[in-house]
């Protein structure tokens, strides 16, 4: 049995992600996570695929792509986000169309256990005949396509965003679709702009059209989905892979102080350094050649290569890029992109007074992020100086820089400069004769 070509979606616009860069070069680990779903699907058995990218990441995808070992893979471009049928229609240059092959749809930075994969091809596999939707299965509500399902498991529809009291099932439809005639999908989306020329959907609206004269089977997943669509969705994906790690892994060049600690399911990678007092405490990730200062605790974190937890810091719950430079300081719940520089006393507030989840401006609206704690979403090289304090949900743009002292309520765009005005006062003290 032939195993349909893969194509990767990862193109799209990443501006929801701001002050964070390109989110399929996101490290969860040692490698981004473009290479780790890569190397899933080539454990799948895929062996051609086609990557989707943007303008912007196209070329750093092509250098990945020459890298991918027992998978070829080929990179388009999709000139403008139009949505997913347009990017099919791109990607179609690089199939064999003449073939009929079936292709496998994914995103890649929807993260899931491998197992789902495993479990959409096989259906395929009992049955090529068919095309197969992965259908998540929730108790709450979230808010994207919902399947519609009939008493055999076929689905005769997708309802986008019904609203809770509204849904056709319990089910969502999940970015993991193999279609066994791709020139057959490619008709039904170039019929489906013949039709409508300005909504994006169209390719939704195709497979509704190729549901009436053909089976789409749905495939039940309960397992963890973690979709990357806003900067503090790095955390729930930094969650997923942390919880992968099982025991212990120390690199034989990293260095622990006697009195350093280690605890629960960590990796030490290469030439990391712990001095006396230093706690890791898992699960957590240290990277290459970070330092993890005297009394200073990591736990439930990624401390990625070369950065610095100094003296008596605190990083709990967070991402914490490369070669970033922290020092009595308090880390909590936060991103930070590669390069920042958190300096002594500077904390990352993560609690609303009222305790209710913590909202975010994203591109000017205020949207909930459904955390409870938050702390900041730092962009690359920004230098925070020190004693700043970063309020719940709070935004840093790239390379801005934050005076002293200062309390940041609101977004820092990139490269702004924010400082506290400070007025002094020099009291002479009077003399005797005065």
Not at 69 to 90: C, F, K, S, T
Not at 159 to 178: I, Q
Not at 337 to 350: K, R
Request: aromatic share 6%.
């Amino acid at each position: 049995m032939t195993t349909p070509i893969l194509v990767v979606l990862a193109g799209g616009a990443s501006s929801r992600m701001w002050p964070l860069r390109e989110k399929s070069l996101i490290r969860f680990g040692a490698h981004p996570l473009l290479a780790e779903q890569f190397s899933r699907y080539a454990a799948l058995g895929f062996r051609e695929a086609v990557l989707v990218a943007s303008p912007s990441n196209a070329p750093v995808l092509r250098q990945f792509a020459a890298t991918v070992e027992g998978l070829r893979a080929q990179v388009v471009i999709q000139p403008e986000p139009n949505g997913m049928g347009d990017a099919l229609l791109h990607a179609a240059a690089a199939l064999p169309l003449e073939q009929r092959p079936a292709i496998y749809i994914t995103q890649v930075h929807d993260v899931t256990d491998p197992s789902l994969h495993g479990a959409v091809l096989a259906a395929y596999h009992a049955d090529p005949s068919a095309s197969y939707i992965a259908g998540v299965e929730r108790a709450d509500y979230f808010p994207g396509g919902y399947l519609v399902v009939d008493a055999n498991d076929r689905i005769t529809g997708i309802v986008e965003k019904p609203g809770a009291d509204n849904r056709t099932s319990n089910l969502v439809n999940l970015v993991a679709h193999v279609h066994h005639d791709a020139a057959r999908l490619m008709d039904a989306i170039r019929e489906q702009y013949a039709l409508a020329a300005t909504p994006d959907d169209h390719y939704e609206r195709a497979m509704a059209a190729l549901m009436s004269g053909s089976t789409f089977k749905v495939v039940r997943y309960s397992g963890a989905w973690h979709a990357l669509k806003y900067p503090w969705h790095v955390l729930d994906v930094m969650e997923h892979f942390l919880g992968q790690i099982q025991g212990q892994t120390i690199d034989p060049t990293a260095y622990i102080h006697p009195n350093a600690t280690v605890s629960g399911n960590v990796i030490i990678e290469a030439g990391a350094k712990l001095f006396a007092g230093a706690a890791v405490v898992g699960p957590a990730y240290i990277g290459k050649g970070v330092i993890v200062g005297n009394n200073a605790l990591v736990r439930a974190s990624m401390v990625l290569d070369r950065s610095e937890v100094g003296f008596t810091t605190e990083v709990a719950r967070s991402y914490v890029g490369e070669r970033c430079a922290l020092h009595a300081c308090r880390v909590l719940d936060s991103i930070f992109a590669e390069g920042v520089n958190f300096s002594a006393g500077c904390t990352t507030a993560n609690l609303r007074m009222d305790k209710a989840s913590v909202p975010v401006r994203v591109k000017g609206d205020k949207m909930d992020s459904g955390r409870g704690k938050l702390g900041a979403i730092v962009g690359r090289d920004a230098f925070l100086s020190v004693d700043v304090m970063t309020m719940p949900g709070v935004k840093v743009g790239e390379r801005a820089q934050v005076g002293p002292g200062t309390h940041v309520y609101r977004d820092v765009l990139d490269g702004q400069r924010v400082f506290v005005r400070q007025q002094v006062e020099v009291v002479e003290e009077k003399g005797d004769d005065a």
